[in-house]
T-cell receptor, first 114, second 116 residues
Framework: AQSVAQPEDQVNVAEGNPLTVKCTYS??????LFWYVQYPNRGLQFLLK??????LVKGSYGFEAEFNKSQTSFHLKKPSALVSDSALYFC????????????FGRGTSLIVHP | KAGVTQTPRYLIKTRGQQVTLSCSPI?????VSWYQQTPGQGLQFLFE???????NKGNFPGRFSGRQFSNSRSEMNVSTLELGDSALYLC???????????????FGAGSRLTVL
């Protein structure tokens, strides 16, 4: 079985400040973790994924995510937010130990204020 | 390289009608998955097609169906529409099945269905 949680419906941050969008997961086997972003009136776009290896994963548009096995978390981060980063962010997990379709979180709306 | 194309982008139907949505995947992608996105439920998996066969299915009633053609294009159909079917329907393609490996999905812009 697998599940993913994004505990915050909305995150507000000022432009230029660091941002964090939280994601926690539960799987039986090894997790495959993904972050996607959705801009208004668009489909989801892939940002980054973790399969194995280095716990810090770098992705598109300056985003990175840190895999923390003990806390079962995969938080998305960016050192300096841009107004154009305002969008809906989705975390997804797939249990690599089984034949499961990835489960998506409910999404977190990121609002970056000028 | 063309992205995932979904048509129509917007449509309005009334209760009881049926609707067909179309999706053209990225060239070379053989898997097509369909999702329903609503503000309250987030992204819900409908089904996945690969080589013209439904390989995985989510927890939706039989009113929701789909098919895939030999060129990997896919359609989904919703019959006897209900108000609760109002949603953004997203199509996503990938090289192989979602249940193998850590495939990245490429999404279309979606078809926004409003049921009155």
């Amino acid at each position: 079985a697998q599940s993913v949680a994004q505990p915050e419906d909305q995150v507000n941050v000022a432009e230029g400040n660091p941002l964090t969008v939280k994601c926690t997961y539960s799987v039986s086997g090894n997790p495959y973790l993904f972050w996607y972003v959705q801009y208004p009136n668009r489909g989801l776009q892939f940002l980054l994924k973790y399969i194995t290896g280095d716990n810090l994963v770098k992705g598109s548009y300056g985003f990175e995510a840190e895999f923390n096995k003990s806390q079962t978390s995969f938080h998305l981060k960016k050192p300096s937010a841009l107004v154009s980063d305002s969008a809906l962010y989705f975390c997804a997990v797939r249990d690599g130990g089984g034949s499961y379709i990835p489960t998506f979180g409910r999404g977190t709306s990121l609002i970056v204020h000028p | 390289k063309a992205g995932v194309t979904q048509t129509p982008r917007y449509l309005i139907k009334t209760r009881g009608q049926q609707v067909t949505l179309s999706c053209s995947p990225i060239s070379g992608h053989r898997s097509v998955s369909w999702y329903q996105q609503t503000p309250g439920q987030g992204l819900q998996f409908l089904f996945e097609y690969f080589s013209e066969t439904q390989r995985n299915k989510g927890n939706f009633p039989g009113r929701f169906s789909g098919r895939q053609f030999s060129n990997s294009r896919s359609e989904m159909n919703v019959s006897t529409l209900e108000l609760g079917d109002s949603a953004l329907y997203l199509c996503a393609s990938s090289l192989t099945l979602q249940t193998s490996g850590a495939n990245v999905l490429t999404f279309g812009a979606g078809s926004r269905l409003t049921v009155l």
